[in-house]
């Protein structure tokens, strides 16, 4: 193979790993050919993506997204028994909760105004668009039942 | 060997004077029926909420319950409207309004399948 054509070859790899399409290995290995011309047109291809992207973030709550994103949380609020490390009191039932509730007692969590160590984690750790999923999700579950 | 027994025994003591006051405690549900004129405004008379910012509450565990109202009272947990109303409650007041709304059918037991 020409050397010519190998770097064309290389060259086309590296439009696809701009994009996100190639696995991060090979991104890596092309990260050493990443040269100006590729810089050009990232520069190109970001805001357009962010562009294509805004309709999707608006916010929306999606009850199927929510049931993988909430499979931490029945770690705990689906336990039988809804015991855990805390002896005192039982973990909250949230299947059939309001979705407003939900959505503000995770805002709460996360913004530091209800106390609780392992919450404010878990909700610190959660997107504005994580936080409505799994509120609907844990509202739709209960409708199944 | 012996070590762990008196671990054990350490341990098991430790428990049985922390527990009691939770466990024995369990609260009248009718009592709690009858104090509860206050909290159906919101909270519903079924325990399900007229307001979807407001929690539902029937079937809520009892021991989260006491927790909540608990927290309330103490400050630990703090909203305009609930820390005025639990303000106002004895130990035996939330003992009986969580046995109340832990009576009702309401929230579902996600762990049954």
Redesign the interface.
């Known amino acids: 193979m020409a050397a010519t054509q190998f770097i064309r070859f290389s060259s086309s790899l590296d439009h696809w790993a701009d994009i996100g399409l190639l696995s991060g290995s090979s991104y890596n290995r092309r990260l050493l050919l990443f040269t100006r011309e590729t810089e050009m047109r990232l520069n190109f291809l970001l805001p357009a993506l962010m562009l294509l992207s805004g309709p999707l973030t608006a916010a929306e709550a999606d009850a199927e997204a929510g049931a993988i994103k909430a499979y931490t949380c029945?770690g705990c609020?689906?336990?039988?028994?809804?015991n855990n490390i805390y002896?005192?009191?039982?973990?909250?039932?949230?299947?059939?909760?309001?979705?407003?509730?939900l959505v503000?007692?995770l805002h709460a969590y996360r913004d530091g105004?209800?106390?609780h160590a392992t919450m404010e984690g878990q909700a610190n750790a959660l997107s504005e668009q994580d936080i409505l999923d799994i509120s609907a999700y844990f509202v739709e579950?209960?409708k199944t039942? | 060997m012996k070590k762990s027994i008196l671990n054990q025994f350490v341990l098991a003591l430790a428990f049985t004077l922390f527990i009691p006051g939770l466990a024995l405690a369990k609260g009248n549900a009718a009592k709690g029926h009858e104090k509860a004129a206050t909290c159906e405004a919101c909270h519903g008379k079924d325990g399900l909420s007229i307001d979807p910012n407001y929690p539902n509450l029937a079937g809520q565990h009892f021991s989260y319950l006491v927790k909540a109202l608990s927290d309330y009272r103490s400050g630990n947990r703090s909203n305009a409207i609930m820390s005025s109303f639990a303000a106002n409650l004895s130990n035996q007041d939330i003992q009986d309004l969580a046995a109340w709304y832990a009576s009702q059918k309401g929230l579902k037991d996600l762990s049954v399948k």
């Not at chain 1, 609020?77 to 809804?82: A, F, K, L, R």
């Not at chain 1, 002896?87 to 509730?101: A, C, D, M």
Request: hydrophobic share 20%; net charge positive.
């Open positions: 029945t609020h689906g336990i039988p028994g809804y002896p005192t009191y039982k973990v909250p039932k949230l299947g059939g909760q309001n979705y407003e509730y503000s007692a105004e209800r106390k579950i209960a039942q």
